[in-house]
């Protein structure tokens, strides 16, 4: 059961898939990472790209606090009709924009930006070290904006080998979740 913790659509409760291949970010590392987002900007009229969408869990919780537009990305048919089911039930589906397709490749032709990026890619995910480069390189993150990566807690990103900077990092149990940004 994943809910949606504050805004317009507070409490609400989203469907989820069944099966092994989606696991949700918890209640407690969603409510600790929107905190700290929450610190950092406003909400309001962002873009937000959810990667590696799944529940869309994170896409749905910034527009409940008020952004414009959820893109979802995810090469799961039965997780995009799910976040379909969860936008029409919430009543968004025209801030929502479901895209099936493998997250590197959607970020190679992806020519948009975005305020505010979450990528939770499964946690053995071969591939994370590309997906924050090609993010980089291909500019998706706007300037002001923040790019919110979940992961293994014995990954530690480093300023020497990221072109992002780390804004902050939260560790629970084997779960983490860094936060970065645009150095300078």
């Known amino acids: 059961m994943v ?3 504050t805004g317009k659509y507070k409490g609400r409760l989203l469907k989820l898939v069944k099966g092994d291949d989606i696991r949700p970010t918890s209640d407690r590392v969603k409510e600790t990472l929107f ?3 929450s610190s950092r900007i406003n909400f309001e ?4 790209l959810d990667l590696f969408a799944g529940t869309g869990a994170l896409g749905f919780e910034a527009l409940s606090r008020g952004a414009e537009k959820a893109v979802f990305v995810d090469n799961s048919r039965i997780a995009l009709k799910m976040i379909k089911e969860n936008a029409q039930m919430l009543g968004c589906s025209n801030k929502v924009l ?4 493998d ?3 959607f970020i190679e032709y992806s020519n948009e930006k975005f305020d505010l990026i979450f990528a939770d890619p499964p946690y053995m995910y071969p591939h994370i070290d590309k997906l ?8 998706l993150l706007s300037e002001i904006g923040f790019f919110s990566l979940e992961h293994d807690s014995g990954i530690i990103f480093t300023a020497e080998t990221m072109p992002f900077e780390v804004e902050t990092r939260r560790e629970f149990g084997k779960t983490a979740f860094t936060i970065f940004k645009y150095k300078g």
């Not at 009229?45 to 937000?48: E, G, Q």
């Not at 479901?98 to 397709?101: P, T, W």
């Open 35 to 37: 905190n700290v987002l």
């Open 98 to 101: 479901i895209i099936n397709d």
């Open 45 to 48: 009229n962002l873009v937000v």
């Open 103 to 105: 997250v590197l490749n």
């Open 132 to 139: 924050i480069h090609r993010i980089w390189e291909r500019k």
């Open 3 to 5: 809910r949606i913790i």
